[in-house]
Structures are given as structure tokens and as C-alpha cells.
């Protein structure tokens, strides 16, 4: 993931990605990376959010499924 940058407060698997003023999942799991806008600028709510996917994700939650598969065809379809 790299160095947190001084002042940085936020939990691993969020991250800021420039240009966009939102936080960002950034994490891998089972080897995919996952990275989704929480569409939200307040760090509060991205928190309960990676939480919410991370636990959803380890109790094969049909949400967090849903996110996955989301990104991965993100993925697909930009490789074409």
C-alpha cells in the first residue's frame, strides 16, 4: 500500500485518490483488488463503509458480492 503520509488519518483500505474530493475502498482481497468510491467526503462514513464491506465480504454477503463484481467488470470491460 506504501508509507502514510504525515497527518493521514484514516484506516488502512481507505485512501484519497486525486482529482476526486471522496474517499476511496482500496484493499485486496483474495488477491483482486478492490477499489469503489464511497461517495462520501466525510471519514466518518467511508469507515462504517470499509466496514461494512469487509465484513460483508467475509460473510459472502450478497452487498458486498454485488460491489465486487461491480468493480471486476469495471475491470474487464476497460481491458477491452
Same mark, same amino acid.
Given at each position: 500500500?506504501?508509507?502514510?503520509?504525515?497527518? =493521514?488519518?484514516?484506516? +488502512?483500505?481507505? $485512501?484519497? %485518490?486525486?482529482?476526486?474530493?471522496? *474517499? *476511496?475502498?482500496?484493499?485486496?482481497?483474495?488477491?483482486?483488488?478492490?477499489? +469503489?468510491?464511497?461517495?462520501?467526503?466525510? %471519514?466518518? +462514513?467511508?469507515?462504517?463503509?470499509?466496514?461494512? $464491506?469487509?465484513?460483508?465480504?467475509?460473510?459472502?454477503?450478497?452487498?458486498? #458480492?454485488?460491489?465486487?463484481?461491480? =468493480? %471486476? #467488470?469495471?475491470?474487464?470491460?476497460?481491458?477491452?
Amino acid at each position: 500500500m506504501g508509507r502514510k503520509k504525515t497527518g =493521514y488519518n484514516a484506516p +488502512e483500505g481507505l $485512501v484519497r %485518490l486525486p482529482p476526486s474530493p471522496f *474517499w *476511496w475502498v482500496n484493499f485486496t482481497h483474495n488477491g483482486k483488488l478492490i477499489r +469503489e468510491s464511497t461517495k462520501t467526503k466525510n %471519514l466518518d +462514513e467511508a469507515t462504517k463503509i470499509l466496514q461494512e $464491506v469487509k465484513k460483508s465480504l467475509s460473510a459472502r454477503n450478497p452487498r458486498s #458480492e454485488a460491489i465486487v463484481n461491480r =468493480y %471486476l #467488470e469495471k475491470q474487464k470491460q476497460s481491458k477491452v
